[in-house]
Protein backbone atom coordinates (compact mmCIF):
# COMPACT_ATOMS: atom_id res chain seq x y z
CA UNK A 1 0.00 0.00 0.00
CA UNK A 2 1.46 3.17 -0.74
CA UNK A 3 0.85 5.60 2.07
CA UNK A 4 0.01 8.59 -0.75
CA UNK A 5 -3.44 6.83 -1.20
CA UNK A 6 -4.76 7.25 2.70
CA UNK A 7 -7.75 7.98 3.28
CA UNK A 8 -7.68 11.96 4.85
CA UNK A 9 -10.49 13.74 6.04
CA UNK A 10 -11.27 16.92 7.72
CA UNK A 11 -13.80 16.46 10.53
CA UNK A 12 -15.86 19.23 12.57
CA UNK A 13 -17.57 19.56 15.59
CA UNK A 14 -19.26 22.62 15.69
CA UNK A 15 -20.93 23.68 19.03
CA UNK A 16 -23.64 25.75 19.76
CA UNK A 17 -25.02 27.14 23.12
CA UNK A 18 -29.15 26.29 23.25
CA UNK A 19 -31.13 27.45 26.60
CA UNK A 20 -28.23 26.72 28.46
CA UNK A 21 -27.43 23.51 26.62
CA UNK A 22 -24.04 22.78 25.27
CA UNK A 23 -25.01 20.69 21.60
CA UNK A 24 -23.05 19.88 18.34
CA UNK A 25 -24.03 20.13 14.98
CA UNK A 26 -24.81 16.65 13.47
CA UNK A 27 -25.90 15.13 9.93
CA UNK A 28 -28.37 12.70 9.66
CA UNK A 29 -26.17 9.63 6.77
CA UNK A 30 -28.11 7.26 5.40
CA UNK A 31 -26.35 3.76 5.62
CA UNK A 32 -26.10 1.16 2.48
CA UNK A 33 -28.00 -1.12 5.30
CA UNK A 34 -30.88 1.45 5.01
CA UNK A 35 -30.07 2.64 8.76
CA UNK A 36 -30.37 6.58 9.25
CA UNK A 37 -27.11 7.19 11.58
CA UNK A 38 -26.04 10.87 13.43
CA UNK A 39 -22.33 11.78 12.10
CA UNK A 40 -20.28 14.65 12.43
CA UNK A 41 -19.91 17.40 9.22
CA UNK A 42 -16.86 15.74 7.51
CA UNK A 43 -15.60 14.97 4.13
CA UNK A 44 -12.80 15.12 1.56
CA UNK A 45 -10.13 17.92 0.69
CA UNK A 46 -11.32 19.62 -2.69
CA UNK A 47 -7.89 20.80 -4.07
CA UNK A 48 -10.35 22.58 -6.92
CA UNK A 49 -11.91 24.98 -4.24
CA UNK A 50 -10.15 24.50 -0.53
CA UNK A 51 -6.80 26.25 -0.45
CA UNK A 52 -5.77 24.83 2.90
CA UNK A 53 -7.29 23.21 5.56
CA UNK A 54 -9.00 25.52 7.14
CA UNK A 55 -11.22 26.03 3.96
CA UNK A 56 -12.17 22.22 4.02
CA UNK A 57 -13.26 22.44 7.53
CA UNK A 58 -15.70 25.55 6.61
CA UNK A 59 -17.10 24.28 3.45
CA UNK A 60 -18.00 20.71 5.41
CA UNK A 61 -20.33 23.24 8.03
CA UNK A 62 -21.38 25.45 5.40
CA UNK A 63 -22.21 22.11 2.84
CA UNK A 64 -24.77 22.11 6.08
CA UNK A 65 -26.32 24.80 6.31
CA UNK A 66 -24.37 28.97 6.51
CA UNK A 67 -23.78 28.93 10.01
CA UNK A 68 -22.03 31.85 11.15
CA UNK A 69 -19.23 30.55 12.10
CA UNK A 70 -17.41 32.88 14.82
CA UNK A 71 -14.16 30.79 16.37
CA UNK A 72 -13.05 27.66 14.53
CA UNK A 73 -9.18 25.85 15.40
CA UNK A 74 -7.71 22.85 14.48
CA UNK A 75 -7.84 20.41 17.46
CA UNK A 76 -5.79 17.19 16.12
CA UNK A 77 -4.70 15.03 13.44
CA UNK A 78 -5.60 11.38 14.17
CA UNK A 79 -4.13 8.79 12.03
CA UNK A 80 -3.57 4.99 11.66
CA UNK A 81 -4.44 1.90 10.19
CA UNK A 82 -7.32 1.00 12.89
CA UNK A 83 -9.90 3.82 12.52
CA UNK A 84 -11.15 3.14 9.25
CA UNK A 85 -11.88 -0.60 7.86
CA UNK A 86 -10.40 0.78 4.19
CA UNK A 87 -6.55 1.15 5.31
CA UNK A 88 -4.73 3.54 6.81
CA UNK A 89 -6.90 7.12 7.66
CA UNK A 90 -5.83 10.46 8.20
CA UNK A 91 -8.51 12.88 9.69
CA UNK A 92 -7.82 16.30 10.75
CA UNK A 93 -10.39 17.31 13.73
CA UNK A 94 -11.31 21.13 13.87
CA UNK A 95 -13.97 21.82 16.39
CA UNK A 96 -15.98 25.22 15.69
CA UNK A 97 -18.27 27.89 17.49
CA UNK A 98 -21.54 29.87 16.57
CA UNK A 99 -23.11 31.94 18.15
CA UNK A 100 -26.99 30.82 18.54
CA UNK A 101 -29.39 32.37 16.23
CA UNK A 102 -32.87 31.23 16.51
CA UNK A 103 -33.77 32.70 13.32
CA UNK A 104 -31.79 29.83 11.48
CA UNK A 105 -32.87 27.41 10.12
CA UNK A 106 -31.37 23.77 10.77
CA UNK A 107 -32.35 22.03 7.55
CA UNK A 108 -33.57 18.63 7.60
CA UNK A 109 -30.81 16.79 6.78
CA UNK A 110 -29.52 18.02 10.14
CA UNK A 111 -30.04 18.05 13.75
CA UNK A 112 -28.52 19.48 17.25
CA UNK A 113 -27.53 17.09 19.36
CA UNK A 114 -27.21 17.57 23.05
CA UNK A 115 -24.13 17.28 24.96
CA UNK A 116 -24.95 15.23 28.68
CA UNK A 117 -21.72 14.21 30.51
CA UNK A 118 -19.46 15.41 27.79
CA UNK A 119 -20.66 12.89 25.26
CA UNK A 120 -23.24 13.04 22.72
CA UNK A 121 -26.90 12.12 23.80
CA UNK A 122 -27.66 10.30 20.67
CA UNK A 123 -24.62 8.42 19.43
CA UNK A 124 -22.46 9.25 16.52
CA UNK A 125 -21.57 6.92 13.55
CA UNK A 126 -18.21 5.55 13.24
CA UNK A 127 -15.35 6.68 16.00
CA UNK A 128 -17.04 10.31 16.03
CA UNK A 129 -18.28 10.08 19.76
CA UNK A 130 -14.54 10.17 20.44
CA UNK A 131 -13.41 13.25 18.17
CA UNK A 132 -16.37 15.29 19.90
CA UNK A 133 -14.68 14.19 23.04
CA UNK A 134 -11.65 15.09 22.11
CA UNK A 135 -12.76 18.65 20.80
CA UNK A 136 -14.90 18.97 24.02
CA UNK A 137 -11.32 18.51 26.04
CA UNK A 138 -9.44 20.91 23.93
CA UNK A 139 -13.07 23.64 24.84
CA UNK A 140 -12.59 22.73 28.25
CA UNK A 141 -9.49 23.45 28.68
CA UNK A 142 -9.42 27.11 26.58
CA UNK A 143 -12.63 28.32 28.05
CA UNK A 144 -10.45 28.73 31.53
CA UNK A 145 -8.17 30.50 29.88
CA UNK A 146 -9.78 32.74 26.81
CA UNK A 147 -12.62 35.04 25.76
CA UNK A 148 -13.73 31.73 24.06
CA UNK A 149 -17.14 31.53 25.74
CA UNK A 150 -17.95 34.78 24.46
CA UNK A 151 -18.04 33.22 20.90
CA UNK A 152 -20.98 31.02 21.98
CA UNK A 153 -23.61 34.28 22.54
CA UNK A 154 -25.42 36.50 20.72
CA UNK A 155 -24.13 39.62 19.42
CA UNK A 156 -24.93 41.42 22.48
CA UNK A 157 -24.72 39.83 25.69
CA UNK A 158 -24.55 40.70 29.51
CA UNK A 159 -21.55 39.47 31.88
CA UNK A 160 -24.02 37.05 33.36
CA UNK A 161 -24.66 35.28 29.92
CA UNK A 162 -20.58 34.61 30.04
CA UNK A 163 -20.96 32.97 33.43
CA UNK A 164 -23.54 30.82 32.02
CA UNK A 165 -21.75 29.74 29.31
CA UNK A 166 -18.86 28.64 30.89
CA UNK A 167 -21.23 27.22 33.38
CA UNK A 168 -22.99 24.99 30.32
CA UNK A 169 -19.08 24.10 29.29
CA UNK A 170 -17.44 23.37 32.18
CA UNK A 171 -20.38 22.86 34.68
CA UNK A 172 -18.46 24.97 36.96
CA UNK A 173 -19.20 28.93 37.73
CA UNK A 174 -16.61 31.36 38.09
CA UNK A 175 -17.63 33.88 40.46
CA UNK A 176 -18.63 36.76 38.50
CA UNK A 177 -16.00 39.24 40.38
CA UNK A 178 -13.32 36.98 37.96
CA UNK A 179 -15.19 37.56 35.17
CA UNK A 180 -15.79 41.31 35.46
CA UNK A 181 -11.73 41.14 36.24
CA UNK A 182 -10.75 39.59 32.93
CA UNK A 183 -13.46 40.76 30.19
CA UNK A 184 -13.92 44.68 31.33
CA UNK A 185 -9.78 45.00 31.05
CA UNK A 186 -7.58 45.72 27.94
CA UNK A 187 -10.85 46.67 25.50
CA UNK A 188 -12.02 42.90 25.53
CA UNK A 189 -15.57 44.45 25.55
CA UNK A 190 -17.17 47.54 24.09
CA UNK A 191 -20.79 48.69 26.01
CA UNK A 192 -23.34 48.67 23.45
CA UNK A 193 -24.84 51.53 26.23
CA UNK A 194 -28.25 49.44 26.01
CA UNK A 195 -29.29 47.33 29.01
CA UNK A 196 -31.21 43.98 29.09
CA UNK A 197 -34.11 44.21 31.36
CA UNK A 198 -35.64 41.46 33.44
CA UNK A 199 -36.60 40.20 36.64
CA UNK A 200 -33.27 41.13 38.06
CA UNK A 201 -31.79 45.12 37.80
CA UNK A 202 -31.10 45.85 34.33
CA UNK A 203 -27.67 44.51 33.16
CA UNK A 204 -25.02 46.00 30.77
CA UNK A 205 -24.84 44.55 27.18
CA UNK A 206 -21.64 44.23 25.36
CA UNK A 207 -20.14 42.88 22.61
CA UNK A 208 -16.58 41.30 22.04
CA UNK A 209 -14.18 43.62 20.49
CA UNK A 210 -12.62 42.39 17.16
CA UNK A 211 -9.71 43.34 17.63
CA UNK A 212 -8.98 40.57 20.53
CA UNK A 213 -9.72 37.51 18.52
CA UNK A 214 -8.78 34.20 20.78
CA UNK A 215 -6.82 36.08 23.17
CA UNK A 216 -5.76 34.93 26.78
CA UNK A 217 -5.50 35.11 29.64
CA UNK A 218 -2.20 34.29 32.08
CA UNK A 219 -4.18 31.97 34.31
CA UNK A 220 -6.80 29.37 34.94
CA UNK A 221 -9.95 30.63 37.27
CA UNK A 222 -9.05 30.06 40.60
CA UNK A 223 -12.86 28.63 41.25
CA UNK A 224 -13.41 26.50 38.59
CA UNK A 225 -9.79 24.12 38.65
CA UNK B 1 -6.72 15.72 -9.18
CA UNK B 2 -7.69 13.21 -6.40
CA UNK B 3 -7.01 14.73 -2.88
CA UNK B 4 -6.37 11.15 -1.60
CA UNK B 5 -3.04 11.31 -3.54
CA UNK B 6 -2.27 14.89 -1.64
CA UNK B 7 1.57 14.25 -0.78
CA UNK B 8 1.35 13.31 3.35
CA UNK B 9 4.56 14.31 5.82
CA UNK B 10 5.25 13.81 8.65
CA UNK B 11 8.23 16.44 10.07
CA UNK B 12 9.95 16.56 13.34
CA UNK B 13 11.56 19.33 15.18
CA UNK B 14 13.59 17.78 17.87
CA UNK B 15 14.88 20.17 19.95
CA UNK B 16 18.25 19.93 22.24
CA UNK B 17 19.91 21.95 24.84
CA UNK B 18 23.47 22.35 24.44
CA UNK B 19 25.68 24.34 26.59
CA UNK B 20 22.80 26.95 27.22
CA UNK B 21 21.60 26.80 23.72
CA UNK B 22 18.47 25.81 22.24
CA UNK B 23 19.12 23.30 19.07
CA UNK B 24 17.10 21.64 16.37
CA UNK B 25 18.63 18.38 14.80
CA UNK B 26 18.86 18.76 10.91
CA UNK B 27 19.42 16.51 8.24
CA UNK B 28 21.72 17.05 5.22
CA UNK B 29 20.24 16.16 2.31
CA UNK B 30 21.86 16.53 -0.93
CA UNK B 31 19.87 18.08 -3.63
CA UNK B 32 19.83 16.84 -7.52
CA UNK B 33 21.70 20.11 -8.14
CA UNK B 34 24.37 18.58 -6.09
CA UNK B 35 23.56 21.58 -3.38
CA UNK B 36 23.74 19.79 0.22
CA UNK B 37 20.46 21.79 2.37
CA UNK B 38 19.55 20.90 5.75
CA UNK B 39 16.48 19.94 6.48
CA UNK B 40 14.49 18.46 9.43
CA UNK B 41 13.86 15.03 10.01
CA UNK B 42 10.92 14.04 7.92
CA UNK B 43 8.93 11.70 5.57
CA UNK B 44 6.62 9.42 4.73
CA UNK B 45 3.94 7.17 6.48
CA UNK B 46 5.04 3.68 6.72
CA UNK B 47 1.85 2.03 6.63
CA UNK B 48 3.44 -1.70 7.03
CA UNK B 49 5.53 -0.53 10.23
CA UNK B 50 3.96 2.60 11.54
CA UNK B 51 0.79 2.19 13.76
CA UNK B 52 -0.04 5.58 13.90
CA UNK B 53 1.60 9.14 12.94
CA UNK B 54 2.99 9.11 16.86
CA UNK B 55 5.14 5.95 15.58
CA UNK B 56 6.22 8.10 12.00
CA UNK B 57 7.52 11.09 14.04
CA UNK B 58 9.31 8.92 16.28
CA UNK B 59 10.73 6.77 13.24
CA UNK B 60 12.07 9.51 11.31
CA UNK B 61 14.31 10.64 14.46
CA UNK B 62 15.42 7.29 14.64
CA UNK B 63 16.51 7.37 11.13
CA UNK B 64 19.12 9.70 11.77
CA UNK B 65 20.22 8.27 14.95
CA UNK B 66 18.70 6.59 18.27
CA UNK B 67 18.36 9.93 20.04
CA UNK B 68 16.41 8.92 23.64
CA UNK B 69 13.15 11.57 22.53
CA UNK B 70 11.97 12.38 26.81
CA UNK B 71 9.10 14.31 25.51
CA UNK B 72 6.79 14.42 22.02
CA UNK B 73 3.67 15.95 20.85
CA UNK B 74 2.03 16.93 17.83
CA UNK B 75 2.07 20.41 16.89
CA UNK B 76 -0.54 21.35 13.61
CA UNK B 77 -1.42 20.11 10.34
CA UNK B 78 -0.96 22.09 7.43
CA UNK B 79 -2.64 21.41 4.27
CA UNK B 80 -2.44 23.42 1.27
CA UNK B 81 -1.74 23.56 -2.51
CA UNK B 82 1.24 26.07 -2.04
CA UNK B 83 3.77 24.47 0.54
CA UNK B 84 4.72 22.07 -2.18
CA UNK B 85 4.98 22.39 -6.04
CA UNK B 86 4.02 18.65 -6.87
CA UNK B 87 0.23 19.92 -5.63
CA UNK B 88 -2.10 19.91 -2.33
CA UNK B 89 0.41 18.63 0.28
CA UNK B 90 -0.05 17.53 4.09
CA UNK B 91 2.54 17.77 6.65
CA UNK B 92 1.64 17.05 10.62
CA UNK B 93 4.08 18.77 12.63
CA UNK B 94 5.74 17.25 15.69
CA UNK B 95 7.84 18.82 18.07
CA UNK B 96 9.83 16.28 20.41
CA UNK B 97 12.66 16.81 23.17
CA UNK B 98 15.93 15.20 24.03
CA UNK B 99 18.19 15.11 27.07
CA UNK B 100 21.45 16.10 25.50
CA UNK B 101 24.07 13.45 26.17
CA UNK B 102 27.51 14.20 25.44
CA UNK B 103 27.90 10.89 24.65
CA UNK B 104 25.54 10.44 21.87
CA UNK B 105 27.00 10.53 18.71
CA UNK B 106 25.34 12.50 16.20
CA UNK B 107 25.66 10.82 13.06
CA UNK B 108 27.66 12.43 9.96
CA UNK B 109 24.64 13.49 7.73
CA UNK B 110 22.96 14.86 10.61
CA UNK B 111 23.69 18.57 12.67
CA UNK B 112 22.76 20.46 15.48
CA UNK B 113 21.59 23.88 14.68
CA UNK B 114 21.84 26.58 17.00
CA UNK B 115 18.38 28.48 17.48
CA UNK B 116 19.44 32.09 17.67
CA UNK B 117 15.72 34.77 17.83
CA UNK B 118 13.99 32.09 17.18
CA UNK B 119 15.19 30.87 13.53
CA UNK B 120 17.94 28.35 12.97
CA UNK B 121 21.54 29.63 12.63
CA UNK B 122 21.73 27.98 9.27
CA UNK B 123 18.71 28.41 6.95
CA UNK B 124 16.89 24.88 6.74
CA UNK B 125 15.84 23.92 3.04
CA UNK B 126 11.52 24.12 1.72
CA UNK B 127 9.88 25.71 4.20
CA UNK B 128 11.36 23.94 7.20
CA UNK B 129 11.99 27.75 8.79
CA UNK B 130 8.61 28.29 9.12
CA UNK B 131 8.00 24.90 10.63
CA UNK B 132 10.76 25.46 13.25
CA UNK B 133 8.89 28.73 14.25
CA UNK B 134 5.46 27.30 14.83
CA UNK B 135 7.38 23.92 16.78
CA UNK B 136 8.88 26.52 18.82
CA UNK B 137 6.01 28.71 19.99
CA UNK B 138 4.22 26.17 21.22
CA UNK B 139 7.46 25.06 23.27
CA UNK B 140 8.10 28.43 24.14
CA UNK B 141 4.19 28.91 25.54
CA UNK B 142 4.38 25.16 26.95
CA UNK B 143 7.28 25.54 29.13
CA UNK B 144 5.63 28.30 31.03
CA UNK B 145 2.82 25.95 32.46
CA UNK B 146 4.25 22.54 32.34
CA UNK B 147 6.86 20.62 33.53
CA UNK B 148 8.55 20.82 30.00
CA UNK B 149 11.65 22.54 30.98
CA UNK B 150 12.82 19.22 32.82
CA UNK B 151 12.62 16.60 29.70
CA UNK B 152 15.46 19.09 27.78
CA UNK B 153 18.08 18.43 31.04
CA UNK B 154 20.23 15.44 31.73
CA UNK B 155 18.46 12.49 33.67
CA UNK B 156 19.88 13.97 37.19
CA UNK B 157 19.31 17.97 37.27
CA UNK B 158 19.72 21.18 40.56
CA UNK B 159 16.34 23.57 40.15
CA UNK B 160 18.63 25.76 38.61
CA UNK B 161 19.56 23.55 35.87
CA UNK B 162 15.67 24.45 35.59
CA UNK B 163 15.80 27.99 35.19
CA UNK B 164 18.55 27.83 32.87
CA UNK B 165 16.38 25.70 30.22
CA UNK B 166 13.77 28.27 30.64
CA UNK B 167 16.13 31.10 30.11
CA UNK B 168 17.61 29.12 27.10
CA UNK B 169 14.37 29.00 25.78
CA UNK B 170 12.26 31.91 26.31
CA UNK B 171 15.26 34.40 27.09
CA UNK B 172 13.83 35.27 30.51
CA UNK B 173 14.70 34.09 33.71
CA UNK B 174 11.94 33.63 36.43
CA UNK B 175 13.04 33.67 40.13
CA UNK B 176 14.13 30.54 41.77
CA UNK B 177 11.50 31.01 44.56
CA UNK B 178 8.60 30.23 41.41
CA UNK B 179 10.55 27.14 40.12
CA UNK B 180 10.80 25.95 43.72
CA UNK B 181 7.00 26.68 44.46
CA UNK B 182 6.18 24.41 41.23
CA UNK B 183 8.72 21.92 40.41
CA UNK B 184 8.53 20.79 44.60
CA UNK B 185 5.16 20.25 44.82
CA UNK B 186 3.25 17.49 44.39
CA UNK B 187 6.17 14.68 44.07
CA UNK B 188 7.08 16.34 40.48
CA UNK B 189 10.53 15.84 41.54
CA UNK B 190 12.48 13.07 43.48
CA UNK B 191 15.71 13.54 45.11
CA UNK B 192 18.55 11.51 44.37
CA UNK B 193 20.50 12.08 47.58
CA UNK B 194 23.42 13.38 45.62
CA UNK B 195 24.62 17.05 45.66
CA UNK B 196 26.57 18.52 42.74
CA UNK B 197 29.25 20.85 43.97
CA UNK B 198 31.12 23.37 42.13
CA UNK B 199 31.96 26.79 42.66
CA UNK B 200 28.62 27.67 44.64
CA UNK B 201 27.56 25.81 47.84
CA UNK B 202 26.18 22.41 46.64
CA UNK B 203 23.08 22.20 44.62
CA UNK B 204 20.38 19.03 45.24
CA UNK B 205 20.13 17.15 42.40
CA UNK B 206 16.42 15.69 41.58
CA UNK B 207 15.28 13.68 38.72
CA UNK B 208 11.70 14.13 37.12
CA UNK B 209 8.78 11.48 38.84
CA UNK B 210 7.82 9.53 35.62
CA UNK B 211 4.03 9.82 37.11
CA UNK B 212 3.88 13.54 36.54
CA UNK B 213 4.57 13.31 32.76
CA UNK B 214 3.58 16.49 30.78
CA UNK B 215 2.05 17.66 34.32
CA UNK B 216 0.46 21.38 33.72
CA UNK B 217 0.93 24.27 36.33
CA UNK B 218 -2.65 26.34 36.58
CA UNK B 219 -1.08 29.61 35.51
CA UNK B 220 1.87 31.43 33.97
CA UNK B 221 5.38 32.79 35.47
CA UNK B 222 4.38 35.97 36.80
CA UNK B 223 7.57 37.36 35.97
CA UNK B 224 8.21 35.72 32.89
CA UNK B 225 5.23 37.51 30.92
Known sequence: MNVNSALISVDVVLFRLNKGTLQILAQKQVF???????????????????HCLDDTALRHINNIAPFNVSYYEQVITIGNARRDSRGWSLTVLYYALTQNNDAENTPDKAQWVNLVKGLPETSLAYDHNRL?????????????????????????????????????????????????????????????????????????????NEKVQGKLFDRLYLSTQ
Chains 1, 2 share one sequence.
Open 32 to 50: PDGITLLSLPAGRIDPQTD
Open 132 to 208: VQQALKRLCNKVQYSTLPAYLLQQEFTLSDIQKAIYAILGKRPPMRSIRNRFLRDDILTRTGHLRRGSNRPAALYYL
